[in-house]
């Protein structure tokens, strides 16, 4: 992506004349989808917790492109500031990409701290909801657009040890369904629910044994943030249209060793 990103600096890659605000897009998966929509030509927002953080990847992703605003996603004033940022630099948002997310608690369910669990859902959910609602006052119930959910297969199949993480994806994905209902036909909404992505967020479930780790999907390795990127474009882009309220699985293949045999 350093020649897309060149080419984007350079006026090279055409202004589609579309915005997008990417949630969580600092480093990692939020980066790499904030990386494909300027690579085809997106204004974008990004957001995340750390400023310093935040400032590098406006200046990676170039700054005639791109601005960040620092908050914390579920803070609801937060949300507030980062669309009318969006709206004074870009004046319109067009897409709005749900990535911010936290999984602070690795174990089994029955020892999770409540107040834990909370904590997730106030991240991984109500901001999404609350940045949704948002965008949708904003500028999307007048003229459309579309919002894209980061799930996760831990959100759609049992995820041993990261079961609040899980439930709380799994309510992403609900999320999804009942803004695509309400929001239609103006706007469309679907998820992507990523199996492992080669980031600092996931490390835990790879470092120190990514061979075996990657061993156990068909397609012979982990993602990596480009991988979601791409998902991402496609479905804000004009070739997915026709499609809203559905999740779309980018797992490597893993789900196919559920499979007999």
């Not at 310093?52 to 200046?59: M, T």
């Not at 969006?86 to 948002?93: D, I, Q, S, Y």
């Not at 909404?189 to 990657?214: C, D, H, M």
């Not at 559905?246 to 293949?253: E, N, P, S, Y």
Request: hydrophobic fraction near 45%; include cysteine.
């Amino acid at each position: 992506m350093a020649a897309q990103d060149s080419a984007a600096r350079d006026g090279a890659v055409r202004d589609s004349g579309k915005a997008a605000l990417v949630t969580g897009a600092s480093r990692g998966i939020g980066y790499g989808i904030a990386e494909a929509l300027v690579a085809r030509g997106d204004r974008v927002c990004i957001t995340g917790r750390n400023e310093d953080a935040l400032k590098e990847a406006v200046e990676k992703l170039g700054s005639d492109r791109v601005i960040g605003v620092a908050g914390k996603a579920h803070d609801e004033a937060h949300q507030a500031t980062a669309v009318a940022r969006m709206m004074e630099a870009f004046g319109r948002v067009d897409f709005l990409i749900n990535n911010a997310g936290t999984n602070p608690v690795f174990g089994p369910i029955a020892e999770l701290d409540l107040s834990v669990a909370r904590k997730v859902y106030e991240t991984n959910v109500i901001s999404a909801l609350g940045f949704a609602q948002q965008t949708w006052k904003a500028w999307q119930s007048e003229h459309g657009g579309a919002i894209v959910n980061i799930a996760s297969v831990a959100g759609v199949s049992a995820s041993p040890f990261i079961g609040a993480y899980g439930m709380s994806k799994a309510a992403m994905v609900n999320l999804s369904l009942q803004l695509a209902h309400e929001f239609a036909p103006k706007v469309r909404v679907n998820s992507i629910a990523p199996a492992v992505v080669k980031t600092k967020f996931a490390q835990a479930l790879y470092e120190g044994r990514e061979a075996e780790a990657a061993a156990s999907y068909p397609l012979g390795r982990l993602g990596v943030p480009e991988d979601i990127g791409g998902a991402a474009a496609f479905l804000t882009s004009a070739q997915s249209d026709w499609i809203t309220g559905q999740t779309l699985v980018v797992d490597g293949g893993i789900f196919l060793n559920a499979g007999v045999g």
